[in-house]
T-cell receptor
Framework: GQNIDQPTEMTATEGAIVQINCTYQ??????LFWYQQHAGEAPTFLSY????GLEEKGRFSSFLSRSKGYSYLLLKELQMKDSASYLC????FGSGAGSYQLTFGKGTKLSVIP | GAGVSQTPSNKVTEKGKYVELRCDPI?????LYWYRQSLGQGPEFLIY????????DSGLPNDRFFAVRPEGSVSTLKIQRTERGDSAVYLC???????????FGPGTRLLVL
């Protein structure tokens, strides 16, 4: 099976930097995704890592260490609109014929305060 | 182009009834996924289609749940004899091909009374 852990809640100040951590245990690892989900809305794709290292995309960066089963999402220059849940998801080869299902963590609810 | 769309956006039904939830994937996307999300949880995988065939249905909780994708585009998730525990948001996602990034629809909020 797969196990994904991330903090339940975090609070940060507008304009600051916040790091959301994710640890995972899985077999057949084939990539890690971060999604943003505003309350009552669909998850929106943010980033994808399959190799070790840092991927930067504007104010968002994501890091992966496969040997440690660890990833983080870094959000810079926080804005009020960044208040949302951030979901860490691991893709692994599934039991079906070439399945690429995602297994999600419970999400980290980020509150950005003035 | 248009994103993934799902209908209805909300569905209220009574225990024991049958419901159908529809998903229209992004045009040209061959892979389609159904997930279920309960309050305070991440989405949970239900079933994956590659084209018309269900390539992986290992996430379906029991035989009351069934899904089809007859023409390789629109998919319908069918739930028979609904139970209160089926209440959740049912999310559909599609990707251009197997293994590509999945893009989610807005979900159908199902409430079983």
């Amino acid at each position: 099976g797969q196990n994904i852990d991330q903090p339940t809640e975090m609070t940060a100040t507008e304009g600051a930097i916040v790091q959301i951590n994710c640890t995972y245990q899985t077999s057949g690892f084939n990539g890690l995704f971060w999604y943003q989900q505003h309350a009552g809305e669909a998850p929106t794709f943010l980033s994808y890592n399959v190799l070790d290292g840092l991927e930067e995309k504007g104010r968002f960066s994501s890091f992966l260490s496969r040997s440690k089963g660890y990833s983080y999402l870094l959000l810079k220059e926080l804005q009020m609109k960044d208040s949302a849940s951030y979901l860490c998801a691991v893709r692994a080869f599934g039991s079906g014929a070439g399945s690429y299902q995602l297994t999600f963590g419970k999400g980290t609810k980020l509150s950005v305060i003035p | 182009g248009a994103g993934v769309s799902q209908t209805p956006s909300n569905k209220v039904t009574e225990k024991g009834k049958y419901v159908e939830l529809r998903c229209d994937p992004i045009s040209g996307h061959t892979a389609l996924y159904w997930y279920r999300q309960s309050l305070g949880q991440g989405p949970e995988f239900l079933i994956y289609f590659q084209g018309t065939g269900a390539a992986d249905d290992s996430g379906l909780p029991n035989d009351r749940f069934f899904a089809v994708r007859p023409e390789g585009s629109v998919s319908t998730l069918k739930i028979q004899r609904t139970e209160r525990g089926d209440s959740a948001v049912y999310l559909c996602a599609s990707s251009l091909a197997r293994g590509e990034t999945q893009y989610f629809g807005p979900g159908t909020r199902l409430l079983v009374l």
